[in-house]
């Protein structure tokens, strides 16, 4: 109906996160009717993404900045004796605009949704525990991490997730907390408010 | 928090329809995870847009084919005295899907939520004037519209939208008609079901 080019590109909009078919559609018309500098913009900072941003060396949040660690893990006034593990980004995001965590983090990739191994396989979960026995030689000198928080979102696939970690984690003789639940059951971390997500990291247990 | 390139690319795809800050955010780590190959097939395709796609002449609907004329108004075997006017180019796929309608359409690009002459003015209530007074001169033949369906959504901006166009059109002295009320009021055409959408176009008055 709509042409090769058109119909290519609601097919890739439709793979991106929470997006269907329709919504895909209406993005390509969005953008057929911009301006040319505008969609030019567009494909240039979309280009400098994979030029500029890059991974983490230690907790695997894109960054920009010299270096090899994001800006969380580069500032040595952070307590490095802690470690909070997020599902993904914009979790981490939440966590910082409360400026009441001052550890580092680690973002996990996802939870899962059944107990299969394949699935857990997605998870940075071997990554995790190299990080925890030897910071340093992820480029975080001087950490020892004394507590590990499992901040996953409390719903059944965090729930699974965090159950699995504190097995998976137990022989590295770490205190293992999870952020307390201030959070009401079935809701998502990224969409608390900050009140929530304040008492829940006080009530850790 | 984030970085200069992801900042400025969150801020970018929030500009997109339905899409707010947090979608935005996800998007970009979508992204960012993406591979090489992956990435560049969107950058290639989101380039051939603006090379390939170009507005019909006539319906303003985005084509990608030789000529400047979209498909339907190339179609010698499309009814040429019918002219459906819709909001926007996701409502022309509807009503093409359910195989009904055979005249042409009109793309009127959106629908006013205040009667105010700015908004109308965002509109192509202009153009559709010139294109019921004189379609050759916008590269269709042999057409002679006798009747105008207007095919807006049953919403109040969709309501208020028909009746200005009724107004603008009445000089010309075509036969008017709206799609009849099977469309649920509040409803978008877009998610109209399909036997719904069939009903309607056949109790047209």
Known sequence: MFGQTIQKLIELFSKFP???????????????KLKKEELEELLETLTSLKEKVRLCRFCFLPFEEEGELCKICQDPTRDRTLLCVVEKETDLGSLEKIKKYKGIYFILGG???TLKKEDFEKLRIDQ?????????????LDAEFKEIILALNPTTEGEATTLYLERQLKPL??????????????????YADEETLRSALDSRK
């Open 18 to 32: 929470t997006v269907g078919p329709r919504t895909a559609a209406r993005f390509v018309f969005y953008l057929i």
């Open 111 to 113: 939870t899962v949704s």
């Open 128 to 140: 995790l525990q190299k990080r925890i026995k030897n910071p340093a030689q992820y480029g975080l």
């Open 173 to 190: 003789n770490k205190k293992i907390t999870r952020l307390g639940r201030g959070l009401p059951m079935g809701g998502e971390l990224e």
